[in-house]
């Protein structure tokens, strides 16, 4: 039997093929996305990592204090036995050069010693308990005691006596449990802590650290405004002092040095003041500090308008803001820790001084990435583990902000949610293979209808039949599978490199192979055998069955089309109420990744099998009623021949339409899928760059921007500019009831309507367009945000103030009239509550500052904005004067590395497995035609139908059922498409909405068109070798 | 419309076929002449070569070797169109198991014979051809919900419903009891009658022989004898 089947397979090359080809490709398919969702962990990893400002920040949680220390001695026998006593010593000592406010000890006895009441005692003097307590650990709180001000350089002791319940091996074993802190130390230290390390002992210790690239110190102070002087004139705005050397500038390099240096004694100055007050090198840089002066000469000038390590918040709340203070200065680690901290450090002391904005001192931390795995969640394992070995260092003195870990545990989530999406489009392909392998196998099973009633004959009974079906299933199955793994394996390399794939760990590629082929092996067989066994159990004449059948399939019987589609619709309707689209942002800081509904990817599974056994019902029926089949006019021979074969075989030709839609469907709609992606990223990025490109005037520029330089930015490939007045908390929104900081936008309306990608979707109650009339014509008119309308309690109509420029010389209090709300406003990634006519705005702050200018490309392709780029970089930028960000490095900004998924790649694996699929359908259903139908083909050639006649025949039958398959795939194609769509909504800031791929379409028919060509005229061919009167002659 | 048999003229045809068992000798070396409106019998054991011999006459298949003329057209010089033009208006052609479409009714498949032409009144004339044969009842019936005789009286119909100058039928009577090989052989002889056809039959039937002009017996692809029958008046 096994000589037998082997055989067979290799005698019927053309059967053999047909009914692995389905195989290999659908395996190819799911193994190819199993394959893809390995190698792309790395580009994961990668996206989520690149806009990282800062690895690990370790700050020093007591950047004014730090000479606290405290010893705890407990003195008795070396094992004392139950009931013996010890004495308990504590020491604070005041190492700093200034005195320790509020110093409060806290300390309980280390286990088994209990405090012996009224023992205590401060200096030598008798404390009494409270309440029955120990002084030092009393209350519910077990509250410390206040033993008040320690003086520079002296301390105090303290000292209570306690017993033992049990007996104690070694008393020096027992752990102290005391802490001191104070109000300039306010986290408690523990008794018996090493010395506290300094920032720079502390960044040495950090930087040996296998696994770490480097660690920086890092300090800095905010100043009110008016606090530095820069040659003759004060600076207005707030002043942020820094102490860095030049190795950590090394270390980041968007901080930039444009004049200068370095210099021990010595301050670099931010381009924005040195601008204002002409200064350079040699200037004298006047710091006005608590209690104190510092006077230093400027050694340098630097651009920090780009320093992400320096101005991202370290507040908790607004992690991911970039909060950029324009009037910076840079001074070395040693002026800062000699000046800066003990000015501070003298006012926190002085009793009743509030210090809004302590010193922060920190040691920023660089993970060496190199090292770290492709995989997210193995990489986070790495960082915690460094993580937990930098927090090993000098413990309890200070905390770690592990930014690193945090944006790889939302990497590893987003991977694991990235997986899961792959996942249902990769799931398709083993259903794919599943079906072309039933098709096929259901064509081969009725032309093998009469070798089997052959091999009964001779003596084959049923059981043997059946091994011999079993046999031929598993070399069919298990070679279709075995290609179908290497396939998916190639094609993943082809699209990803193999680099990527194989930065794969080798235990992820096996299991994924091994899950291909052996998912692609079960499923292929099954679906390959059930045919062919009830076929084998058919005794039915084929041409009967074929002809009437008197029984309909399970699934039309049962309606399964009409169910899956309700199941698919009622799954939408219970999801949109639900909220479930809904999803949230993510964001990598706060450790929070973006939230797929994943699962509702089912919805348009569902509806595919669903939307196909429709659309075959639909083709079937029409089929049905197809003209040429009845009256008393035959037609022409190929018409009529064609007509009456379509409408009494209906049910072969709906199987074949099934064969290409069920494939096109699925192309379609992941093709549909993925330009919606693309546009729905493009819109995004359009939206939060406010226009195609954007440019921002350098604070190194020779005078402040103002709209006069619009004209000179429209340079070739440039359509329209318009200039934007917009900084954070720019401005004071007055109500009538209440008043709130908010940033304002100042517009010229029709410059921005022409640039901006406006949407009436963002405005509540009136369109973009309204809106923007409404800016121009009434210059009072104010836009806000709804969100500011309903805190602060203002509405359409309502008349307001606004303090425009806010901390800057040119403030002004100006009123307004609120003419609209909206929701979103495009060019501003921080959010704007405010948008202003941007004439009157500088009519009240009699300013023309312009903070950057947003301009619309000629042609908005990637090609276009390239090439706008290129023309303001070789003109008006020349001079770097303009900082030009575009759509497209926006779109490599992506904080999100779902966003970073390689959606076009896993498209680009399914599209070729989809196209080889749909030809394969279409080669199946035409091998079909062959083997099936090869003896009425012959007799008509008998009967004198020339042989153009006979290819018209058969091309029209396949065209038939290419262009049906088609028309159906791409019905349900969109259809599918449109519910997956849904699914994308949390990973973009616009809802995205349904592009229709019409390349992707034209290649798909283009392809069906040449396949069914092909395939038409290679049947023809066929027949023409076949041997005519042989064939007439079999029963 | 009346047309005059097609004289065949058979040369040292032979047939030779490439298989894995060897060469293969279907025909072997044949000559004989069939004249116009002769009915002949071609007899023989499975396998000598009766079927091969008619496909090589109606142009199915060429000769590796030797000449053949039906009706003064040499078929084995001609291409696959001008071949494919001969079965069309000469030759009709009736097969060993029918082989009905079975997707069109008899009806149908007898009106196809005629499409092939222009189609023009093809319907009608199917019917009128079919009625004469007392398959008049059964036109709109497929294929399948024909009896063995009737199919092969659809089949008969459709090969003579274009007066063809040559009928060939290979074993029209093969898997049919006596009665319905009779009506089969008289649907046949009529439809010879009626247009002067030349007839030629390959069977294993001696009283279907019988009842043509002349018996040619072959045996292992060679001509083994020539045989006079009492036959049929010939029209």
Redesign the interface.
């Known amino acids: 039997m096994l000589r037998y089947a082997w055989r067979e397979l290799v005698r019927n090359p053309r059967r053999t093929l047909s009914s692995m080809i389905g195989v290999a490709l659908g395996v190819g398919l799911f193994s190819g996305v199993l394959f893809f969702i390995d190698g792309s962990s790395a580009t994961m990893t990668d996206r989520a990592l690149a806009p990282l400002a800062l690895d690990m920040q370790r700050v020093l949680t007591s950047s004014l204090g730090g000479g606290l220390r405290l010893t705890e001695r407990i003195a008795g026998a070396g094992s004392p036995h139950a009931g013996d006593t010890a004495t308990v010593r504590l020491t604070v000592t005041n190492g700093s050069v200034q005195p320790a406010h509020d110093v409060v000890v806290n300390d309980e006895p280390p286990l088994p010693l209990s405090y012996i009441p009224g023992t205590t005692a401060v200096g030598g003097h008798a404390i009494p308990d409270r309440g029955g307590q120990s002084p030092l650990a009393q209350g519910l709180a077990r509250a410390g005691l206040n033993v008040g001000t320690v003086a520079p350089g002296a301390s105090v002791r303290l000292a209570y006596r306690a017993r033992t319940s049990r007996p104690v091996k070694s008393i020096s074993a027992l752990r102290p449990r005391a802490t001191v802190s104070s109000r300039e130390d306010v986290v408690p230290l523990a008794a018996n802590a090493p010395a506290p390390l300094t920032q720079a002992q502390l960044a040495a210790r950090i930087a040996r650290i296998p696994g770490v690239g480097g660690a920086n110190g890092l300090s800095f102070v905010d100043l009110p405004p008016g606090s530095l002087r820069v040659g003759g004139s004060r600076v207005q705005g707030p002043v942020r002092v820094f102490g860095f050397d030049r190795s950590y500038q090394q270390r980041y390099p968007s901080i930039q040095l444009s004049a200068g240096g370095f210099a021990r004694r010595g301050a670099l100055l931010s381009a924005e003041p040195a601008q204002a007050a002409g200064a350079g090198r040699g200037t004298t840089a006047h710091i006005r500090l608590p209690g104190a002066r510092l006077s230093l000469p400027v050694s340098g000038i630097a651009d920090l308008s780009l320093a992400k390590p320096l101005f991202y918040s370290r507040n908790s709340t607004k992690l991911e803001a970039f909060l950029y203070v324009p009037d910076s200065l840079v001074v070395s680690p040693r002026i800062f820790a000699r000046d800066v901290i003990p000015a501070f450090q003298a006012a926190h002391a002085a009793q009743g001084t509030l210090l809004k904005s302590p010193p922060v001192s920190e040691v920023d931390i660089r993970v060496d990435r190199s090292i770290l795995s492709a995989d997210p969640a193995a990489a986070l394992a790495q960082t915690k583990a460094i993580a937990h070995r930098v927090n090993r260092i000098a413990p309890g003195q200070d905390y770690l902000i592990d930014n690193i870990s945090n944006a790889l545990a939302v990497a590893a989530k987003d991977a694991s949610v990235g997986r899961r999406m792959f996942l249902f489009l990769g799931l398709p392909g083993i259903l794919l293979a599943a079906f072309l392998a039933a098709y096929a196998g259901s064509i081969l099973a009725g032309a093998q209808r009469r070798e089997h009633a052959l091999l009964r004959v001779r003596g084959a009974d049923r059981k043997r039949l059946r091994r011999l079906l079993l046999y031929r299933v598993i070399a069919f199955a298990g070679a279709g599978s075995f290609a179908g793994t290497g396939l998916g394996f190639l094609g993943v390399a082809m699209i990803l490199g193999s680099g990527d794939l194989l930065s794969a760990t080798t235990n992820d590629l096996v299991t994924s192979g091994l899950l291909g082929l052996g998912g692609g092996m079960l499923v292929t067989g099954v679906a390959l055998y059930v045919p062919a066994r009830l076929s084998l159990a058919r005794e039915v004449?084929g041409?009967?069955a074929?002809?009437r059948p008197n029984r309909y399939p399970a699934w039309r019987r049962f309606g399964l089309d009409f169910v899956l589609l309700a199941l698919a619709g009622v799954a939408e309707v219970v999801a949109f109420r639900s909220g479930a689209f809904d999803a949230t942002q993510g964001s990598v800081y706060a450790g929070q990744s973006v939230s797929l509904p994943s699962h509702l990817l089912l919805a348009p599974l569902v509806a595919w099998v669903g939307g196909t056994l429709l659309a075959v019902r639909v083709c079937e029926a029409l089929a049905a009623r197809s003209p040429g089949g009845g009256g008393?006019?035959?037609?022409?021979?190929v018409f009529?021949?064609l007509g009456?074969?379509l409408r009494?075989?209906s049910r072969p030709f709906a199987a074949g339409v099934m064969g290409v839609a069920v494939v096109t469907a699925f192309g379609m709609g992941l093709a549909s899928f993925a330009a919606t992606y693309d546009h729905a990223k493009a819109a995004d990025s359009r939206f939060t760059v406010g226009s195609d490109l954007r440019l921002t005037p350098s604070p190194l520029a020779a005078h402040p921007a103002s709209p006069r330089l619009a004209p000179k930015l429209d340079v070739p490939g440039v359509a329209a500019v318009t200039p934007v007045v917009a900084q954070p908390e720019n401005a004071v929104l007055i109500g009538p009831h209440n008043q709130d900081l908010k940033e304002l936008a100042a517009i010229d309306p029709r410059g921005f309507q022409n640039v901006a990608p406006l949407s009436d979707s963002f405005f509540t109650a009136a369109t973009a367009s309204q809106a923007m009339s409404k800016l121009l014509s009434d210059p009072r008119a104010l836009l806000v945000d709804s969100q500011t309308a309903g805190d602060l309690g203002v509405g359409k109509g309502e008349k307001v103030s606004v303090l425009l420029a806010r901390g800057t010389k040119q403030q002004a209090l100006a009123k307004f009239r609120v003419v609209g709300l909206f929701n979103r406003f495009p060019g501003f990634p921080e959010g704007v509550n405010l948008v202003a006519n941007a004439a009157y705005y500088n009519a009240s702050t009699a300013t023309r500052r312009v903070d950057f200018f947003l301009a619309r490309a000629t042609d908005g392709s990637p090609a276009g904005i390239a090439h706008a780029t290129a023309s303001l970089e070789a003109g008006p930028e020349k001079s770097g004067a303009l900082a030009v960000d575009s759509t497209q490095t926006t779109l490599n900004k992506d904080q999100s590395s779902l966003t970073a998924l390689n959606v076009h790649g896993l498209v680009d694996l399914d599209s070729a497995f989809t196209f080889a699929m749909a030809l394969a359908a279409i080669a199946i259903f035409v091998a079909g035609l062959i083997l099936q139908r090869r003896?009425?083909y012959v007799?008509?050639?008998?009967?004198?139908?020339?042989?153009a006649e006979l290819r018209r025949l058969v091309l029209g039958e396949v065209a038939l059922v290419a262009g049906a398959g088609l028309a159906a795939g791409v019905a349900v194609g969109t259809v599918m498409a449109f519910l997956m769509v849904h699914v994308l909504r949390g990973l973009f800031i616009l809802d995205p909405s349904l592009a229709f791929p019409a390349g992707p379409i034209a290649l798909l028919s283009g392809l069906v068109a040449v396949a069914t060509l092909t395939a038409a005229l290679a049947a023809s061919a066929v027949l023409?070798r076949l041997?005519?009167?042989e064939l007439?002659?079999e029963? | 419309m009346s047309r005059s048999g097609a004289k065949i003229s058979v040369e040292a045809v032979s047939r030779h076929y490439e298989t894995e068992a060897g060469l293969v000798r279907a025909v072997d070396g044949i000559s004989l002449v069939v004249q116009p409106g002769e009915a002949v019998a071609i007899m023989g054991p499975s396998g000598c070569g009766k079927?091969?011999l008619?496909?090589l006459i109606?142009g199915?298949?060429l000769p590796t070797d030797g000449r053949i003329a039906v009706g003064g057209r040499e078929v084995s010089a001609l291409g696959?169109?001008e071949r494919?033009?001969l079965?069309?208006?000469e030759?009709g052609?009736v097969?060993?198991?029918g082989?009905l479409?079975?997707?069109?009714t008899a009806v149908?498949n007898v009106?196809?014979?005629?499409?092939?032409d222009d189609?023009e009144g093809?319907?009608?004339t199917a019917l009128a051809v079919l009625t004469r044969l007392g398959l008049g009842a059964d036109s709109e019936k497929?294929g399948?919900q024909l009896s063995g005789g009737q199919r092969q009286r659809v089949a008969v119909a459709?090969a003579v419903v274009r007066r063809p100058r040559l009928i060939l039928a290979?074993e029209p009577t093969g898997s049919l009891d006596g009665a319905s090989s009779a009506v089969v052989i008289d649907s046949l002889l009529d439809a010879r009658r009626e247009a002067g056809s030349t007839l030629l039959v390959a069977t294993h039937d001696p009283a279907v022989a019988r009842r043509l002009d002349r018996t040619l017996t072959l045996c292992d692809g060679k001509l083994a004898g020539v045989e006079l029958s009492a036959g049929e008046p010939n029209a």
């Open positions: 004449g041409e009967r074929e002809l008393s006019q035959f037609g022409s021979v009529g021949t009456r074969g009494r075989r003896r009425e007799t008509l050639r008998a009967l004198g139908m020339r042989a023409e041997r005519t009167v007439l002659r029963q | 079927s091969t008619l496909g109606g199915l298949e696959d169109a494919t033009a079965r069309r208006a030759l052609f097969f060993h198991a082989d479409l079975p997707f069109l149908e009106a196809l014979g005629l499409a092939l189609g093809a319907y009608r497929l399948d459709r290979d």
